[in-house]
T-cell receptor
Framework: NAGVTQTPKFRVLKTGQSMTLLCAQD?????MYWYRQDPGMGLRLIHY???????AKGEVPDGYNVSRLKKQNFLLGLESAAPSQTSVYFC???????????FGPGTRLLVL | SQQGEEDPQALSIQEGENATMNCSYK?????LQWYRQNSGRGLVHLIL?????REKHSGRLRVTLDTSKKSSSLLITASRAADTASYFC?????????????FGKGITLSVRP
C-alpha cells in the first residue's frame, strides 16, 4: 500500500516551458488536491477534485490546469512556467473534503 | 485567505519537556486538524477534533478545542528529538459539503537532545 505518490521528485524548468506533475493514490479516495507550499505562506490550495472526471479551482489556480481522468490519478499541468511558480507542490487525497488528508512526499520545482 | 493562525511561530525546548502550540481561527468550523511535517517531507495527519468535541488524545498528543474562543491547542508531552518538525493546524469552516480545509503557516518545533 503505497498511499500517495508523486512524480517527479524534483524538476528544473526554464521560463515558458511546460510540464505535468503526476499524483497517484491507491486508497480509493474520491477527493484529491494539489497544494503549493512557499516559505512563510503555509499551504495554499491550487485545484481539487471531488471525483473522477471533476475538477475545481482552489485559492491560487492561475497558471495551472488539472485533470482527473482516472480516480486514482490527479495531474497538475503548467503550460508556461514562470519563476513565481517555483515552489514545493504537494498532492493529497481523502475520503471526503472534511476528513483526514493523506499527503504525498512533494515535488520541488525550480523555474529559472 | 488564511483561516487558522498558529502561535508561536517557532518553539525550542529541551528533550523531555512539554511543547504547547496554539491555533486561532476567525470563523466557525466543522472540525480542526493538526498535521506534522518533517523537513523535506509531506504532511502527516495527527489528530482531527470536531466542533462538538473539547479534547482528544493520541499517545503523547493532547488536543483541545475551545469554540467560544475560536482556538485550539496541541500539547506534546515528554518531547523527543524526533518530534522536531513543523506543525500545522487546518480548519474546515462551516458551510456546504465541499467546504475546503485551510492550513495555517505552521509552527517550527525544535527539540534539543
Amino acid at each position: 500500500n503505497a498511499g500517495v505518490t508523486q512524480t517527479p521528485k524534483f524538476r528544473v524548468l526554464k521560463t515558458g516551458q511546460s510540464m505535468t506533475l503526476l499524483c497517484a493514490q491507491d486508497m480509493n479516495h474520491e477527493y484529491m488536491y494539489w497544494y503549493r507550499q512557499d516559505p512563510g505562506m503555509g499551504l495554499r490550495l491550487i485545484h481539487y477534485s471531488v471525483g473522477e472526471g471533476t475538477t475545481a479551482k482552489g485559492e491560487v489556480p492561475d497558471g495551472y490546469n488539472v485533470s482527473r481522468l482516472k480516480k486514482q490519478n490527479f495531474l497538475l499541468g503548467l503550460e508556461s512556467a514562470a519563476p513565481s511558480q517555483t515552489s514545493v507542490y504537494f498532492c493529497a487525497s481523502s475520503t471526503h473534503m472534511r476528513e483526514t488528508q493523506y499527503f504525498g512526499p512533494g515535488t520541488r520545482l525550480l523555474v529559472l | 485567505s488564511q483561516q487558522g493562525e498558529e502561535d508561536p511561530q517557532a518553539l525550542s525546548i529541551q528533550e523531555g519537556e512539554n511543547a504547547t502550540m496554539n491555533c486561532s481561527y476567525k470563523t466557525s468550523i466543522n472540525n480542526l486538524q493538526w498535521y506534522r511535517q518533517n523537513s523535506g517531507r509531506g504532511l502527516v495527519h495527527l489528530i482531527l477534533i470536531r466542533s462538538n468535541e473539547r479534547e482528544k488524545h493520541s499517545g503523547r498528543l493532547r488536543v483541545t478545542l475551545d469554540t467560544s474562543k475560536k482556538s485550539s491547542s496541541l500539547l506534546i508531552t515528554a518531547s523527543r528529538a524526533a518530534d522536531t518538525a513543523s506543525y500545522f493546524c487546518a480548519t474546515e469552516p462551516l458551510g456546504g459539503a465541499n467546504s475546503k480545509l485551510t492550513f495555517g503557516k505552521g509552527i517550527t518545533l525544535s527539540v534539543r537532545p
